[in-house]
Structures are given as structure tokens and as C-alpha cells.
């Protein structure tokens, strides 16, 4: 079993800042890629940014200059740096881990509850 925690959501004004965590933990026997998505109401999921194992950045246009993306391997967490944020970045963020487990030659996908990001003034 593998589970993800999201924290660091919260209301914030246009042109602040928030720092998104999620912690991975089960069992694991290494994380390839997490990242992040958000769905807003009425929305698709869509992705927010990514990182491998070798710390290999993906960001989505949206967030490409505003947000950074990091993850600490000994401890299984991801982060989302975000700054500048703007009103439509408004959404509930999801983590997501692709994860090989113990004795398994597979990778599965998993995801975190999702915390809510709310950007308003």
C-alpha cells in the first residue's frame, strides 16, 4: 500500500505565495516521477509540474516562471513552490507519484486527497 498527504493549501491574495508538500509513504522501493495536478470546478485535471528521480523538471506553461518543483528522495516528499499566484490558479491540488513497490517489476500510479488553493482578494 502506498499513500500520499497533501498540506500547505490555503487562501492566499493575487500576487502572493504558498508552498504545497506531500509526503509519500507504504511501500515503496522508489518514487520514478511525482508531481502535481489541479482540477478547478467545471474543469479537467490538468498537470501542474512534474519531477523524476533524477530531478528532471516538467512544468506546464501556467505555472513555468511562478511555481518550482522539488523532492527530497530520502524522505519521499515533492513540493510545489508558488509564487505570484493568480486568481485562476485557484483549484484543488492533487499530488502524484508513479511508484515501484517491493519485489515488483511494475509501476503504479497513485494520488494523494487533493488540498484546495484558493487565490482571491
Known amino acids: 500500500q502506498v499513500q500520499l498527504v497533501e498540506s500547505g493549501g490555503g487562501l492566499v491574495q493575487p500576487g502572493g505565495s504558498l508552498r504545497l508538500s506531500c509526503a509519500a509513504s507504504?511501500?515503496?522501493?522508489?518514487?520514478?516521477?511525482m508531481g502535481w495536478y489541479r482540477q478547478a470546478p467545471g474543469k479537467q485535471r490538468e498537470l501542474v509540474a512534474t519531477?523524476?528521480?533524477?530531478?528532471?523538471?516538467n512544468y506546464a506553461d501556467s505555472g513555468k516562471g511562478r511555481f518550482t518543483i522539488s523532492r527530497d528522495n530520502a524522505k519521499n516528499t515533492v513540493l510545489l513552490q508558488m509564487n505570484n499566484l493568480k486568481p485562476e490558479d485557484t483549484a484543488v491540488y492533487y499530488c502524484?507519484?508513479?511508484?515501484?513497490?517491493?519485489?515488483?517489476?511494475?509501476?503504479?500510479?497513485?494520488w494523494g486527497q487533493g488540498t484546495q488553493v484558493s487565490v482571491s482578494s
Open positions: 519531477i523524476t528521480n533524477g530531478d528532471i523538471s
Open positions: 502524484n507519484a508513479e511508484v515501484r513497490r517491493y519485489y515488483s517489476s511494475y509501476s503504479y500510479d497513485y
Open positions: 507504504g511501500s515503496i522501493f522508489s518514487i520514478l516521477v
